[in-house]
């Protein structure tokens, strides 16, 4: 891991499937050297459409925060290709992430990232065995800090210190 780039990175959406439309609002990474953070991606997205207040609920980004302070897509996916190039891509459960990643390149006529990938989900089932393996949990297992659930970065820091703690399990 010394040698190895890492981004560790969370998507919040406007809905769980973006073959149905939902978009990005907010996108978060970290870049890890080593255990070292080395720089951060935050940005909220402004994906061009509203997010319903059950949504809200979740990950409370609202309307308001994304007219004020989203970016469009077209700024933000490129930005984020360039912060995780020739690193491997880390993420729990990375294929919901991810899948929103590629739709939106996609759109932009992008290719999909190719970045090896890692998923914290599958690392963990594959070294601990509990209860569930939802990053809340995981985080409360491995008395990892959760201050803020659901907000990229918060979400991002959880997972960088479970990778760290799966990391260390000899299995």
Not at 13 to 37: C, F, N, S, Y
Not at 42 to 50: A, G, R, S
Not at 82 to 101: P, R, W
């Amino acid at each position: 891991m010394a040698d190895l780039d890492y981004v560790i990175f969370d998507v919040e959406t406007t809905g769980m499937k973006p073959e149905d439309g939902h978009a990005i609002v907010e996108l978060a990474a970290q870049r890890v050297r080593g255990r070292e953070v080395v720089d951060t991606f935050d940005t909220i997205v402004n994906p061009d459409k509203l997010v319903d207040a059950e949504v809200v609920a979740i990950h409370g980004i609202t309307n308001d925060i994304i007219k004020r302070e989203g970016k469009p897509l077209i700024e933000v996916i490129p930005a984020f290709m360039l912060f995780s190039e020739n690193a491997t891509l880390v993420a729990h459960n990375i294929k919901f992430d991810l899948s929103f990643i590629n739709k939106h390149l996609r759109d932009l006529g992008l290719p999909p990232l190719a970045n090896p990938l890692l998923d914290t989900l599958e690392l963990a089932r594959s070294k601990v065995l509990v209860a569930s393996y939802a990053l809340g949990y995981l985080a409360k297992h491995f008395a990892i800090p959760q201050p803020k659930a659901h907000r990229a970065l918060a979400d991002v820091e959880v997972t960088r210190e479970l990778l760290f703690k799966l990391l260390d399990i000899k299995k």
